[in-house]
């Protein structure tokens, strides 16, 4: 089965989440892409701790992403939004394939994953323009995946967004599920955020954003092509189902995947 891997950025919410960091698909070695994306963000509803609101705001960001094969086990990400020319938080992450398995064509494997996000620049948390809270966390993850003869996978993640500052921590979970074509690839996905503790809007006592505890649920899907052998693009969509100090964020995001390779072939 050729493992068509499409990971990319994707930025929702004033308070900042991403889907898509890690998966579980492995550059081999040598191997760089670098995804870069443009994304605009409509919400008309925010959820001022579980109660919606009115709350209008329209964002457009650029997502920067990185992935590069150290060796065919160990992989290393980066990824970055911008909005209004203002970087946000950086994450980096180094997985690793811990487990792989393979039987009738079919491949499980295991990969835990590292990741530190740091904020790249003081942007301003107390706007609706903001998409972090200037969080510095610890965000240790693991992968599960089946991919099928038949060029189908499922996938689950669960892990924990560790603050080391004043902003709560956070369990995260996700779910997907795709299916490679030739080169065109398709996914669903699920993505789950439970924030342990903070305060909520509107409940009194609240002296920054940055002390609100952020949940969310929302879904979503992927669309990718790859064209030739050095690039491909990519649409896709997501929506908030319901949230905690998060707005009903409607997402479209599009843009184009760069391949390298950065040793000779043998």
């Known amino acids: 089965m050729k493992a068509v ?15 898509g960091n890690i998966d579980g698909f492995f550059k081999p070695k040598g191997d760089l892409e670098i995804a870069i994306s443009g994304t605009y963000v409509y919400s008309r509803i925010y959820f001022a701790g579980i109660s919606p609101i009115f709350y209008k705001r329209d964002q457009s960001i650029i997502g920067l992403y990185g992935v590069y094969g150290l060796s065919d086990k160990w992989n290393l990400i980066a990824s970055l939004p911008v ?28 990969a ?3 990741g530190v996000s740091v904020p790249a620049w003081n942007y301003n948390t107390e706007s609706g323009q903001a998409i972090g809270q200037q969080a510095v966390t610890v965000q240790p993850k693991l992968v599960m995946q089946f991919k099928h003869a038949r060029n189908w996978f499922v996938q689950a993640q669960t892990g924990y967004n560790y603050s080391i500052n004043s902003v709560p921590s956070a369990y995260v979970a996700s779910a997907k599920a795709g299916f490679i074509y030739k080169k065109w690839y398709f996914d669903v996905w699920y993505d789950y955020q439970l924030s342990i503790g903070g305060k909520d809007y509107g409940a009194g006592g609240l002296e920054s954003f940055r002390e609100l505890g952020v949940s969310y649920e929302r879904v979503g899907g992927v669309v990718y092509a790859s064209i030739g052998d050095r690039w491909g693009g990519f649409l896709s969509l997501s929506t908030v189902l319901s949230g905690r100090n998060s707005s009903d964020s409607n997402t479209f995001n599009g843009g184009v995947v760069l391949k390298f390779k950065t040793t000779k072939e043998k």
Do not use: H, M, R
């Open 5 to 19: 891997c499409l990971s990319f950025f994707l930025c929702l919410s004033c308070l900042g989440f991403t889907q």
């Open 83 to 110: 909005i209004n020319f203002t970087p946000q938080d950086l994450a980096l992450y180094a997985k690793y394939k811990l487990y792989e398995s393979k039987f009738n064509a079919c491949e499980v494997t295991l």
């Open 112 to 114: 835990p994953a590292f």
